[in-house]
T-cell receptor
Framework: TQLLEQSPQFLSIQEGENLTVYCNSSSVFSSLQWYRQEPGEGPVLLVTVVTGGEVKKLKRLTFQFGDARKDSSLHITAAQPGDTGLYLCAGGRGKLIFGQGTELSVKP | GAVVSQHPSRVICKSGTSVKIECRSLDFQATTMFWYRQFPKKSLMLMATSNEGSKATYEQGVEKDKFLINHASLTLSTLTVTSAHPEDSSFYIC????????????FGPGTRLLVL
């Protein structure tokens, strides 16, 4: 059974700080997706990584896929209160396996 | 990007009644859709895979007679919570793959169910 371990599960930081969220597995994934979800809404796709070692940037967000395609990270630079939300990593195609989620709170 | 809608966005019902939730892919066709359940501040738990033209595939521990799934067309899947109880109260979310090589999943906005 494929599992995704996401950490940390809760993160509370001040505006301007940097942070990294990790998503790890013992299994190889063909692709990994990162989503952001706000309360009462569905997850919104941020990025999909498919190639081992791949790095993608989305403004202040940097996503990396491990060389072996077993892990991924999300780094946010100079976090802002608008970054607050639930961040989810998910692996696979079609039937997605989700990590536990990271509840991020950025205080002004 | 592709758009998935859900209806209703929130519903309150009495214990013992049935509730139907619709999931529609608005600008693309989806032979497969997925239904998830989410508890407050928790991740998504896959309930079942909805297959157009065949029976849904349920995850372990999900009662197929309680959560009826019907993939009525290439753009519509429905989830019916039968004989709802307070413990069925939750946030239900559907998703559909957009197709193409990466098969990106697009999620609906979710349906908040409260059973009294």
């Amino acid at each position: 059974t494929q599992l995704l371990e996401q950490s940390p599960q809760f993160l509370s930081i001040q505006e301007g700080e940097n942070l990294t969220v990790y998503c790890n597995s013992s299994s190889v994934f063909s692709s990994l997706q990162w989503y952001r979800q706000e309360p009462g809404e569905g997850p919104v796709l941020l990025v999909t990584v498919v190639t081992g070692g791949e790095v993608k940037k989305l403004k202040r967000l940097t996503f990396q896929f491990g060389d072996a395609r077993k892990d991924s990270s999300l780094h946010i630079t100079a976090a802002q209160p608008g970054d607050t939300g639930l961040y989810l990593c998910a692996g696979g195609r079609g039937k997605l396996i989700f990590g536990q989620g990271t509840e991020l709170s950025v205080k002004p | 990007g592709a758009v998935v809608s859900q209806h209703p966005s929130r519903v309150i019902c009495k214990s013992g009644t049935s509730v139907k939730i619709e999931c529609r892919s608005l600008d693309f066709q989806a032979t497969t859709m997925f239904w998830y359940r989410q508890f407050p501040k928790k991740s998504l738990m896959l309930m079942a895979t909805s297959n157009e033209g065949s029976k849904a595939t349920y995850e372990q521990g999900v009662e197929k007679d309680k959560f009826l799934i019907n993939h009525a067309s290439l753009t519509l899947s429905t989830l019916t919570v039968t004989s709802a109880h307070p413990e069925d109260s939750s946030f239900y979310i559907c998703s559909a793959p957009s197709g193409g090589f990466q098969e990106t999943q697009y999620f609906g906005p979710g349906t908040r169910l409260l059973v009294l």
